[in-house]
């Protein structure tokens, strides 16, 4: 691969100015992989800071495979294109284009490091691995590594924006397995060896380790995940503040330093189970709904995504979710047509359609997450956390 060279030598520098650092700032104890190369890394994902956690495990460079949008950060994309040549994750084009990319650098002897669930968790839960990712390790003729990174979901919540808080973090090698190892297994076995490997429930982890997260403002930003009032039954209409969650009816609950809810009017403990019993609610909702408005929104910016990573603004205004389509900012996106609906940031959708990409943004809170739900659940006719591009 041209340039490996300058990646290498930028890998060992950053690692060794960084890796300190990283562990100072998260509490977090790695442990090395000192696999030889070229090696298919895969590990869950909680963080925007992930990458970085996980190169504080791995000596050797890897390519990481992006998300498409951190192309379209300036200067900083530019940089990271120059000295680390990650590989873009385009929404809307066939997962086909990125796994090519990534078997194409595995078999120059380059090792590539992925998320395998493409997205961070909002429950506390790991989130769909896609049933090709096994099929892309068992083809790829590398060893396949599975780290597993825990204490990420109680350190930056999805939701918290640049809240984080400090507790303690752990990155473990879930497993190896040899080239040999994947061709005598199906790509089956290897997919549920990967699910299995890289599941973390961090509420389950935490009630038997009751480990402190300490930070400020714990609460806010919660309302982009939790947007059904559980008292009142109405949406968006609860607000976050400090460390405490309402809602226009006086609902209120509190979110302490150890991850939990608490408080007379909490329903639950956890955000796993009250965001379960809200995606029951926001599909049932969508059921009854009939030719109606299922919910909307104001405020939103809708943008189109070109291949070379420029934008275009669409329009702004209002979005509405129907039973067969999305309508944002004077735009309409049959739901049948989607080939991609999914989340980055706490509420930044990215939409796929026709060879199309779009962004729909928005300044305000907003609980985009529902979108993503009940879309999943139109298309499928049962709840998902994601769709993806086939």
């Not at 680390?84 to 990319?101: F, V, Y």
């Not at 002897?109 to 049933?131: C, D, K, Q, Y």
């Not at 005598?184 to 935490?206: G, H, K, P, W």
């Not at 639950?268 to 029951?280: E, K, M, R, Y």
């Amino acid at each position: 691969m041209e340039h490996i060279g300058r990646y290498r030598t930028f890998w060992k520098v950053a690692r060794a100015l960084l890796a300190p650092w990283i562990r100072r700032k998260f509490n977090y104890t790695p442990e090395l992989c000192t696999v030889e190369g070229p090696c298919l890394v895969l590990a869950n994902h909680n963080l925007d800071w992930d990458p970085l956690i996980l190169a504080c495990g791995f000596p050797e460079y890897m390519s990481f495979v992006s998300s498409e949008h951190i192309f379209r950060w300036g200067l900083v994309a530019k940089l990271l294109i120059f000295f680390l040549n990650p590989i873009a994750r385009q929404k809307g084009t066939t997962a086909a284009d990125t796994a090519m990319t990534m078997l194409r650098r595995l078999r120059k002897g380059v090792s590539v490091a992925m998320f395998a669930e493409g997205n961070r968790s909002f429950n506390g839960l790991t989130g769909e691995i896609l049933p090709s990712t096994g099929k892309l390790a068992r083809s790829s003729g590398a060893t396949l590594i599975t780290y597993r990174i825990d204490g990420g979901y109680f350190t930056a919540p999805r939701w918290c924006g640049n809240n984080l808080r400090r507790g303690r973090m752990t990155g473990k090698i879930a497993n190896i397995y040899t080239p040999a190892q994947l061709k005598a297994m199906s790509a089956d076995e290897v997919n549920a060896a990967i699910v299995r490997d890289l599941f973390v429930d961090a509420y389950a982890v935490q009630r038997s380790e009751m480990t402190l997260f300490r930070g400020k403002r714990l609460a806010e930003g919660l309302e982009t995940v939790l947007c059904l009032c559980p008292k009142c039954g109405r949406l968006d209409t609860l607000h976050s503040e400090n460390d405490t969650l309402r809602c226009d009816c006086g609902f209120a609950v509190r979110y302490n330093p150890y991850g939990f809810i608490e408080g007379d009017d909490a329903p639950f403990d956890s955000i796993t189970d009250w965001d379960s019993a809200q995606t029951q609610q926001l599909c049932a909702l969508a059921d009854t709904a009939g030719d109606g408005i299922i919910f909307s929104d104001d405020g939103m910016l809708l943008k189109e995504i070109f291949p070379d990573h420029s934008e275009a603004v669409l329009g702004s205004g209002s979005m509405a979710l129907y039973a067969d389509r999305l309508e944002c900012c004077g735009h309409t996106f049959p739901l049948a047509e989607l080939s991609g609906f999914s989340l980055h940031g706490p509420q930044t959708a990215d939409l796929s359609i026709g060879g199309r990409c779009f962004e729909i943004s928005a300044k305000a809170r907003r609980c985009t997450r529902k979108y993503m739900l009940v879309i999943a659940h139109l298309r499928s006719g049962e709840p998902r956390t994601d769709i993806h591009a086939q």
